[in-house]
């Protein structure tokens, strides 16, 4: 099956710092990405739409200068926390699109809980 | 706008049935896919629904009917590795998915 692999998979940061996290697709090539955030006890709320090659496009709401995202390869993805500040403390998920039988199926990396103290 | 509703809690016995409703009003649809995610770990894709009907997957079925906004997922002989949250979401345009608040299902002995 398709898989999604992120790291690191935990993140403690002084708050002012940077973070990046990365997203791979395993096994296949992923043409669109996508990014989540996750808090406490909340569904998962879309942030951004990753695509090769290309600017990624950003909800309403997210700072496209704050949560910086490059898709360079067909299997990578990159998110960079810019600034990092206790509120931004999250969990945060990226997913791939794969190919399952007549669907596009999204299937997501094991998430990073970012911790900025 | 996106509006994706399902119960917040449920509880069910260990080899039941459990019947987890969804409904949706979104601009666009073009198809509903059921998430389980337990707890501290990213969802895991349970089903996938674009035309009208009943898809079953071994223990789990998910049905749809657009023209109702409705959705469910059914989860038979409930075992107690199935606590978890099931995630409704439903695909607008494009591929990004919208997600619900979660179902958070208990199974007891």
């Known amino acids: 099956g398709a898989v999604v692999s992120q790291h690191p998979s935990w993140v403690i940061c002084k708050s002012g710092t940077s973070v990046k996290i990365e997203c791979r697709s395993l096994d296949f090539q992923a043409t669109t990405m996508f990014w989540y955030r996750q808090f406490p006890k909340q569904s998962l709320m879309l942030m951004a739409t990753?695509?090769?090659?290309?600017?990624?496009?950003?909800e309403q709401g997210v700072e496209k200068d704050k949560f910086l995202i490059n898709h360079a390869s067909l299997t990578l993805s990159t998110l960079t926390v810019t600034s990092a500040h206790p509120e931004d403390s999250s969990f945060y998920i990226c997913s791939a699109i794969g190919t399952s039988g007549i669907q596009e199926t999204q299937y997501f990396g094991p998430g990073t809980r970012l911790l900025v103290l | 706008g996106q509006n994706i509703d399902q119960p917040t809690e449920m509880t069910a016995t260990e080899g039941a049935i459990v019947q987890i409703n969804c409904t949706y009003q979104t601009s666009g649809f073009n198809g509903l896919f059921w998430y389980q995610q337990h707890a501290g770990e990213a969802p895991t894709f349970l089903s996938y629904?674009?035309?009208?009907g009943l898809e079953e997957k071994g223990r789990f079925s998910s049905f749809l009917s657009r023209s109702k906004g409705y959705s469910y997922l059914l989860l038979k002989e409930l075992q107690m590795k199935d606590s978890a949250s099931y995630l409704c979401a439903v695909r607008d345009t494009g591929y990004a998915l919208n997600f619900g608040k979660g179902t958070s299902l208990l199974v007891t002995p």
């Open positions: 990753s695509n090769e090659g290309s600017k990624a496009t950003y």
């Open positions: 629904n674009v035309l009208d």
